[in-house]
């Protein structure tokens, strides 16, 4: 698959707690919401053909963490990206198929003072990973394959293995399943300028309607080394979604110490940061 055909975008707020650890929640306080878990907004990391922005550069590499220039704080964030289909009528979304699901790191800058998400999302190529192991979706709906997945997380700094993320359950998104679909196309009609929110549909205007996108659905929750720990030069960042019925996360630990990356049912994503 071309990615950089396709539109990259996140939903921001769809596991609990995660905004708090990472200090935003305060960002969404004007952002309505009609329940406590419900998602805060959709934001865009990749938008190829709004050439005045820097939304513009292909920032998805799948080996590779290229520091910023600046001082700021970058942390992994691990979560589920679902590779989608998109269907127009009239020039607005009416379905969301996802066809495919992947490890993902939404590498995020801890950016003080920025108006939008997007503005800590994307900062020159290689500022987000994306596993070039894509495992195909049965079903995105109950009892379809996802529903059997886990999502966790590492960081290796001088050969020192640490959890990063805590070992979720897929099912432990606030809005998954035809929920979270039905959610999110009312957002890429509808968002409005708000806040930290931008307008969707005006970008997907921008970028001709494309049929493809990236959907990132949400980072999950910190451990407290994670929460209080950041990438460097020379760190080893992992994600990895893996299938609940054939791996306990033991097993998932002694293959990130034995470098063994592959194998069937699991999505590693391992980038070097330089």
């Given at each position: 698959?071309n990615?950089?055909?396709?539109?990259?975008?996140?939903?921001?707020?769809?596991?609990?707690?995660?905004?708090?650890?990472?200090?935003?929640a305060?960002?969404?306080?004007?952002?309505?919401?009609?329940?406590?878990?419900?998602?805060?907004?959709?934001?865009?990391?990749?938008?190829?053909?709004?050439?005045?922005?820097?939304?513009?550069?292909?920032?998805?590499?799948?080996?590779?963490?290229?520091?910023?220039?600046?001082?700021?704080?970058?942390?992994?964030?691990?979560?589920?990206?679902l590779?989608?289909?998109?269907?127009?009528?009239?020039?607005?979304?009416v379905?969301?198929?996802?066809?495919?699901?992947?490890?993902?790191?939404?590498c995020?800058i801890r950016?003080?003072?920025?108006?939008?998400?997007?503005?800590?999302?994307?900062w020159?190529e290689?500022s987000?990973?994306?596993?070039?192991?894509?495992?195909?979706?049965?079903?995105f709906?109950?009892g379809?394959?996802?529903?059997?997945?886990?999502?966790?997380?590492f960081?290796?700094?001088?050969n020192?293995i640490?959890?990063?993320?805590?070992?979720?359950?897929?099912?432990?998104?606030?809005?998954?399943?035809?929920?979270?679909?039905?959610?999110?196309i009312?957002?890429?009609?509808?968002?409005?300028?708000i806040?930290?929110?931008?307008?969707?549909?005006e970008?997907i205007?921008?970028?001709d309607?494309?049929e493809?996108?990236?959907?990132?659905?949400?980072?999950?929750?910190?451990?407290?080394?994670?929460?209080?720990?950041?990438?460097?030069?020379?760190?080893?960042?992992v994600?990895?979604?893996?299938?609940?019925?054939?791996?306990?996360f033991?097993?998932?630990?002694?293959?990130?110490?034995?470098?063994?990356?592959s194998?069937?049912?699991?999505s590693?994503?391992?980038?070097?940061?330089?």
């Amino acid at each position: 698959m071309n990615f950089k055909d396709f539109l990259g975008f996140g939903v921001a707020g769809n596991f609990a707690g995660h905004l708090e650890q990472a200090n935003e929640a305060s960002d969404f306080k004007n952002i309505e919401v009609s329940e406590a878990l419900q998602p805060k907004a959709i934001f865009p990391f990749y938008l190829p053909k709004k050439e005045e922005s820097f939304l513009s550069t292909f920032p998805i590499s799948s080996d590779t963490i290229q520091m910023p220039d600046t001082d700021y704080d970058v942390q992994i964030e691990p979560e589920v990206a679902l590779i989608c289909e998109v269907k127009y009528i009239e020039n607005k979304i009416v379905s969301l198929s996802p066809k495919k699901f992947t490890a993902y790191n939404d590498c995020s800058i801890r950016r003080p003072g920025a108006k939008k998400i997007s503005e800590k999302k994307n900062w020159g190529e290689c500022s987000k990973g994306l596993s070039s192991t894509l495992l195909d979706i049965d079903k995105f709906s109950a009892g379809g394959i996802l529903d059997h997945y886990k999502i966790a997380s590492f960081h290796i700094r001088e050969n020192e293995i640490h959890v990063y993320g805590e070992d979720s359950d897929v099912l432990s998104y606030s809005y998954f399943h035809e929920k979270l679909l039905d959610w999110c196309i009312e957002k890429f009609n509808n968002q409005v300028d708000i806040g930290p929110a931008e307008n969707i549909g005006e970008y997907i205007a921008e970028c001709d309607y494309p049929e493809h996108f990236i959907l990132g659905i949400g980072a999950t929750r910190y451990t407290e080394y994670g929460e209080n720990n950041f990438l460097a030069k020379g760190d080893t960042s992992v994600v990895v979604l893996y299938d609940k019925r054939k791996y306990t996360f033991s097993e998932i630990l002694k293959r990130v110490e034995t470098r063994e990356f592959s194998g069937e049912s699991l999505s590693f994503l391992v980038q070097n940061v330089i």
